[in-house]
C-alpha cells in the first residue's frame, strides 16, 4: 500500500507544483507506480501534466465532496507514466462547503482508502496557503514534502506551517512526520541564499534534503507545454536534479519503512 505525501508550503512561488510533477515523473522513471492528485484550485499541476482543466467532468473538487469515487477521476496521460487527480476551478467551492460537513478535515483520506493500495506513491500538491484542502492532505498523507526558496522570510514563512503540522499530529493524524525539506531555484552564486541554506540546515539537520533543485530555464518551460521537464528536456540540469531528488526520496522512504533513523 502507498504511502501519501503533502507537496505544501503556505508561501507561494516556491516550486510547489513544479516539485510535485516532476517528483511524480521521476518516481515513475524509477519503475514506481505514482498518483499525483493536484488539490489546488488553481489547476496549475493539472495544466502541466498536459490535461485542460476546463475539459474534466469530475475532478479533487467531486472526490472530497464525494459526489464521485476516486477511481471515476483518477487519468493516465499518455505519455507521461504517472496517474493524475486533476482539478479545475470548482474546487474552490470546498473551502466553504466543507465547513458545513461532518468530518471535514478527513474527506480525502477517506476518499483514497479504496486507491492506495495500487500506487507505490501519492503525491498531493497543496494549495499555497493552511486552508481547509491543505488540512486535508495533511490528514490524508504519512508524509509531508516542505519545497523552500532559499531567500529572505523563508524560515519565517515556515513557522506557522510547522504549527499546522503538529496540530494535526496531535488532533487528526499522529502518523503525520515531515520527509524533508527541498530547496529549490536555488542559485549557488547569491549569498543570502547560500546563508538561508546553511541555516535551514542547522535547524532541520538531516530533515533537509540533500538534492537541490538549481534555477533552470527548461525547468520553468516545461509546464508552458504541458509536461514535466523530465519528458521536455532529459538532459537539462532540472531533469537532473528531480532525478537525483526521486532517488533520494525512496531511500529515505525504506529507510522510514525499515524502522532505521537518519
Same mark, same amino acid.
Given at each position: 500500500m502507498g504511502n501519501i505525501f503533502a507537496v505544501t508550503n503556505q508561501k507561494g512561488g516556491v516550486g510547489k507544483t513544479t @516539485? @510535485? %510533477?516532476?517528483?511524480?515523473?521521476?518516481? !515513475? +522513471?524509477y519503475g514506481k507506480? %505514482?498518483? #499525483?492528485?493536484?488539490? /489546488?484550485?488553481?489547476?496549475?499541476?493539472?495544466?502541466?501534466?498536459g490535461l485542460d482543466k476546463n475539459d474534466i467532468n469530475n475532478s479533487?473538487? &467531486? *472526490?472530497? #465532496? !464525494? $459526489?464521485?469515487?476516486?477511481? /471515476? @477521476?483518477?487519468? =493516465?496521460? $499518455?505519455?507521461?507514466?504517472? /496517474? %493524475?487527480?486533476?482539478?479545475?476551478?470548482?474546487?474552490? !467551492? !470546498?473551502? %466553504? &462547503?466543507?465547513? +458545513?460537513i461532518k468530518l471535514r478535515e478527513h474527506r480525502l483520506r477517506i476518499a483514497l482508502e479504496s486507491t492506495r493500495e495500487k500506487y507505490d506513491y501519492i503525491l498531493i500538491d497543496?494549495?499555497?496557503?493552511? =486552508? #481547509?484542502? @491543505?488540512v486535508n492532505a495533511l490528514v490524508a498523507s504519512q508524509g509531508i514534502l516542505i519545497p523552500i526558496q532559499c531567500e529572505y522570510y523563508a524560515l519565517e514563512g515556515l513557522s506557522s506551517l510547522l504549527r499546522t503540522i503538529e496540530r494535526v499530529k496531535q488532533r487528526a493524524n499522529p502518523q503525520l512526520e515531515i520527509t524533508g525539506l527541498l530547496r529549490t531555484m536555488f542559485d549557488a552564486r547569491n549569498n543570502l541564499a547560500n546563508q538561508v541554506s546553511r541555516q535551514l540546515i542547522n535547524h532541520f539537520r538531516d530533515k533537509v534534503f540533500h538534492s537541490i533543485i538549481p534555477r533552470n530555464v527548461r525547468l520553468a518551460e516545461a509546464p508552458s507545454h504541458g509536461m514535466? *521537464?523530465?519528458?521536455?528536456?532529459?538532459? =537539462?540540469?532540472? =531533469?537532473?536534479?528531480?532525478m537525483a531528488l526521486?532517488? $533520494?526520496? #525512496?531511500?529515505? +522512504?525504506?529507510?522510514a519503512n525499515s524502522g532505521l533513523t537518519g
Amino acid at each position: 500500500m502507498g504511502n501519501i505525501f503533502a507537496v505544501t508550503n503556505q508561501k507561494g512561488g516556491v516550486g510547489k507544483t513544479t @516539485t @510535485t %510533477v516532476n517528483l511524480a515523473a521521476s518516481l !515513475a +522513471e524509477y519503475g514506481k507506480k %505514482v498518483l #499525483m492528485i493536484d488539490l /489546488d484550485p488553481q489547476g496549475n499541476a493539472t495544466t502541466g501534466c498536459g490535461l485542460d482543466k476546463n475539459d474534466i467532468n469530475n475532478s479533487s473538487y &467531486e *472526490v472530497i #465532496m !464525494a $459526489e464521485a469515487r476516486a477511481a /471515476d @477521476t483518477i487519468i =493516465s496521460p $499518455e505519455g507521461l507514466g504517472f /496517474d %493524475v487527480m486533476p482539478t479545475n476551478s470548482d474546487l474552490t !467551492a !470546498a473551502e %466553504v &462547503e466543507l465547513l +458545513e460537513i461532518k468530518l471535514r478535515e478527513h474527506r480525502l483520506r477517506i476518499a483514497l482508502e479504496s486507491t492506495r493500495e495500487k500506487y507505490d506513491y501519492i503525491l498531493i500538491d497543496c494549495p499555497p496557503s493552511l =486552508s #481547509m484542502l @491543505t488540512v486535508n492532505a495533511l490528514v490524508a498523507s504519512q508524509g509531508i514534502l516542505i519545497p523552500i526558496q532559499c531567500e529572505y522570510y523563508a524560515l519565517e514563512g515556515l513557522s506557522s506551517l510547522l504549527r499546522t503540522i503538529e496540530r494535526v499530529k496531535q488532533r487528526a493524524n499522529p502518523q503525520l512526520e515531515i520527509t524533508g525539506l527541498l530547496r529549490t531555484m536555488f542559485d549557488a552564486r547569491n549569498n543570502l541564499a547560500n546563508q538561508v541554506s546553511r541555516q535551514l540546515i542547522n535547524h532541520f539537520r538531516d530533515k533537509v534534503f540533500h538534492s537541490i533543485i538549481p534555477r533552470n530555464v527548461r525547468l520553468a518551460e516545461a509546464p508552458s507545454h504541458g509536461m514535466p *521537464v523530465l519528458a521536455y528536456d532529459r538532459g =537539462s540540469r532540472g =531533469s537532473i536534479a528531480y532525478m537525483a531528488l526521486a532517488s $533520494e526520496f #525512496m531511500r529515505r +522512504e525504506k529507510k522510514a519503512n525499515s524502522g532505521l533513523t537518519g
